[in-house]
């Protein structure tokens, strides 16, 4: 009987396996929302899918963004799972996403959607102040952004290379648009730019390496979002704090969407409604450390840090930083990054 009961589920296994192979379906999937998460919802995915096999890269948004626009005549990717509004805002105008209208769209702000339909909010996103916390208490952090451009933080500062992350782009140009906004014009926040890129010991390649060089034996300081802040000094045990903000917190719109001329698109709107569910949306809030977009969700159902997070949010023009982003982010890179230390 045991002989047979193993037989018969090894031979289960194997069926699911050809089913899958030999149907073909598959859904790409491009996102920065790291291994973990991927492979969490790849598998639950799939245990409920067995026909559809998930594939995901993860990199940073402004590159899922630059490769999308690369693949324009040959997509490769079917959903595009998560990015800064503003990062989508482009794309919509590039004409790289498609049209899809999910079952839960009415359940959102208007702000935390394209109003044609074209990308959604997932998630609300916190910029914060992070730190050593085994080199620094939370009192003798820098507690706002005006306080990381003092001389007491000199090259105590490490920051993921903002060119090919979308979090560090909008963080820098909020600073931007937060100038003209209280002062007519661009000129401090570019200032601002350039004495933080004074404090700047380094500019990390990739997430990972920022996490090593903040984590060592000195003081360091960064800026960076607070749900991987979290997951990380959870997960991995990093000596993680943070500090938000006093003067308001770059708080951004995460979203999704479908590639434009996709080859797997059914199987890309399964993925897509399955990942934004208001049960997938409390999963990654419990685990993930997400807050998410939607209205509909109780908050009985959400985990307490939601609710006992208290920050301002930086009142913002996120159509003028979609529009201008690329434009400062350039100037940044060619006229502020790295000159002081030549």
């Known amino acids: 009987m045991n002989c047979m009961r193993v037989f018969i589920i090894v031979l289960t296994a194997f069926l699911i396996i050809g089913c899958k192979s030999n149907s073909g379906k598959k859904v790409t999937v491009y996102s ?17 899918h067995p026909d559809i096999d998930v594939q995901w890269l993860d990199m940073g948004s402004q ?8 693949e324009k005549e040959n997509p490769l990717c079917d959903v595009w799972w998560g990015a800064p509004s503003t990062i989508f805002m482009r794309a919509e105008k590039s004409g790289l996403l498609e049209k899809y209208v999910p079952s839960w769209a009415d359940r959102i702000p208007e702000a935390s959607k394209s109003i ?24 003798d952090a820098p507690k706002d952004w005006s306080q990381l451009i003092s001389p ?25 648009a937060n100038s003209i906004k209280t002062t007519g014009s661009e000129v401090y ?15 990390s390649a990739d997430p990972t390496q920022m996490y090593i060089k903040l984590s060592g034996n000195d003081k360091a300081v960064t800026l960076w979002n607070m749900p991987d802040i979290i997951l990380q000094k ?8 943070y500090n938000f903000p006093e003067s308001g917190t770059v708080v951004l719109t995460d979203g999704i969407a479908l590639v434009k001329g ?34 509909d969700i109780e908050k009985s159902r959400l985990p307490d840090w939601i609710s ?35």
Do not use: C
């Not at 973990?36 to 639950?44: H, N, R, T, V």
């Open 262 to 295: 996709a080859k797997n698109s059914e199987p890309a709107k399964e993925f897509y409604e399955f990942v934004t569910s208001a049960e997938s949306l409390i999963r990654q809030s419990e685990k993930y450390y997400r807050i998410p977009a939607r209205k």
């Open 308 to 342: 006992k997070a208290s920050y301002i949010t930086m009142d913002l023009d996120w159509q003028l930083i979609s529009e201008n982003e690329p434009d400062w982010m350039k100037k940044w890179d060619s006229e502020i990054k790295g000159k002081s230390k030549q």
């Open 189 to 203: 926040g570019f200032e601002w730019l350039k004495m933080l890129d004074e404090n700047t010991s380094s500019y």
């Open 32 to 48: 920065p929302h790291g291994k973990e998460m991927l492979s969490d919802f790849e598998k639950q995915f799939e245990t409920l």
């Open 152 to 176: 007491e933080w000199k090259d105590k500062i490490v920051i993921r290379n903002p060119m090919a992350s979308g979090t560090m782009r909008v963080i820098f140009s909020a600073m931007i």
């Open 234 to 241: 959870t997960l991995y045990k990093y000596p993680f704090g």
């Open 63 to 70: 590159e899922i963004f630059d490769r999308i626009r690369t």
């Open 116 to 139: 044609d339909g074209y990308w959604f909010g997932t998630y609300l996103t916190p910029q914060v102040i992070a730190f050593n916390d085994k080199t620094l208490a939370a009192q």
